[in-house]
């Protein structure tokens, strides 16, 4: 008897360190997301499941991709844009990674692009080494998102273009261009995902 409450209180105690080092770990891994600059939007106008934003003009570095899918466009298209910030440009110089990755994926042309922090604009940036890195400024432009969790799919990314499509048929809402998707976290960060589909939209202020 005495054996079994020794075995349980060792089994209990491995639980409780489990679940520590758990939570200990997340937390590591989310503060530095924490401490990422993210896109400015204002939110325009939040429905039941989207939002309408608005996207001010950003300074972005951009590559073109023949991709047809996420899975070809992640990999390859993070590894040049990281590059880049990571000291790949003519002044050597290190560059904050922000939030949200941008991704245009469709059947022509397929593109990537990281936001640049606020503190730069095209004048200012380091030319990049590579020559298929394109730094342009967005238009302003008002977009419908919709939000979803953990690690993205292709099937993902059809699923939600799908359904924000119809909520925007379902309430009025004329969309134009492509469906493009936009990644808030690292890799490495299992919990508490954002990822988030958006679409350029006419907006009257109704």
Known sequence: MLEKLKSMKAIII?????????VLFQSFIIMPRNKTEEQKYSLVRKYKDFEIRYYPSATIATINSNAKT???LSGP???KLAGYIFGGNEANTKISMTAPVRMDINDSVSTMSFVMPSAYKKENLPKPNDPAIDIHNTDNEYV???RFGGYASDEDLKFYSDKLQ???KENGITSFGNYRFLGYNPPFQPIGRRNEIIVSVGWDGK
Not at 14 to 20: E, F, G, P, R
């Open 77 to 79: 298209g993070f590894q």
């Open 70 to 72: 996420y899975r070809d």
């Open 144 to 146: 419908a998102s919709i």
């Open 14 to 22: 491995l639980i409780i360190v489990t679940i520590s080092t758990i």
């Open 166 to 168: 119809n909520l925007l």
